[in-house]
């Protein structure tokens, strides 16, 4: 989604290696953290002075994460692995965790939600497009 907006570049791609739910911990999703990500670029500002670039990130923000958990239910990896597979698996714990991981095709499923978040921010700049809202 990056490309599409002429945002970012792969070094983003790279910092946000860690952010699946935070770290593996089962927090925050990483699919929560890459629509931010997407949506400070856009809307953000180079300037930390600039408040009527932070204003206009954090009102768009405000809207991705409301309808982040409104499609999934939660913000929280854990509860929206629950929901997507049945339960949460901690890979990084043991071994029988990965393997059940893997055989509830967790990489698979959990691109669902990495698919709403990068829509959902899509959907938010294109608004402001069409709306010339938040900024």
Known sequence: MLEEFGLGSLE????????????????ICGAVSGGLVSLGLYFGSDDLLNYNG??????????FLNRFEQALGSLQCRDI????????FDPSVN???AEAFTKAKGLEKCTIAAGVGAR???EIIIESLEKDSFK
Do not use: E
């Open 54 to 63: 932070n204003r206009a990130a954090i009102a768009a923000t405000r809207v």
């Open 95 to 97: 071994k029988d965790d």
């Open 12 to 27: 983003i791609i790279k910092a946000l290696s860690p952010f699946p739910g935070f770290g593996g911990t089962g927090r």
């Open 81 to 88: 692995q629950t929901t997507l597979l049945g339960r949460y």
């Open 120 to 122: 959902l921010a899509a």
